[in-house]
């Protein structure tokens, strides 16, 4: 079920009403790369549900994950800037409903209102907050810590306690191999915070997971404080009612 996107629900109605004949909507599946380093963005993304990473990698192939988004933000934001171009692998996490804007539209519309800005501006203030706390948390936090930062970003945004994700995916995002991974999953699901199953993992104890996170979760989320995660859940049906 769609559960709505920030940034769209917090346009003016007449940006909404601008937008609706343009937006289309997408499935992404788990698993899906949306864009490479270096390809020309030719679409954005606003999730309805679901984690879309941004991947920095090196020559080798090596990836750590840089920063999520869900339904609190929109993909695709290179194309505002002067050179359109993929600076990381855009890659969809957990499976998401979507809607597509062409990126010419998207580059119009945010300079001509002002309620798109504001809340495409939100927006990359969080991503910027992530980047940077992600270089400090890859480099000085354990792969215990930095997965229990990393469920936490996760279950926030798709708001259910099961994540679809095996520990291989999961190590990928963390730049962690799996053995380390797998490891820190173990001593969680002993100490009765998670569960896993079967390619899920299921948050049973939300609070014995901020507790063994490190300070990277609380700092980013202090940071976007002033404002809701994500918005209201309103159901399919009054999300096309209100024309996206």
Known sequence: MATGNRILTALSDDERQR???????VRLPS???????????????FPLGGVVSLLASTASGA?????????????GMPIL?????????VLVQIAAEAFRLRADIFLAEFRRDGSLQ?????HLQDLLAQMAQSGACNRFHSASQRLCRWLLMSHDRVQTDTIPLTQEFIGHMLGADRKRVSAAAARLQDAGVIRQRHGQI??????????????CYAVVRSKVSNRDVLPPRPSSHQVRSAGV
Do not use: W
């Open 118 to 122: 504001e809340a495409v501006m939100e």
């Open 202 to 215: 299921r948050i049973l104890n939300r609070r014995g997971l901020e507790s063994r996170a490190c300070e």
């Open 81 to 89: 800037l002067p050179v359109n171009v993929a600076p990381y692998q």
């Open 31 to 45: 698993g899906k790369i949306l864009y490479e380093v270096g390809d020309a963005v030719r679409f954005a993304y």
């Open 63 to 75: 990836a750590a994950e840089v920063a999520m988004i869900g339904n609190d933000g929109v993909v």
């Open 19 to 25: 937008l609706t004949r343009h937006l289309e909507h």
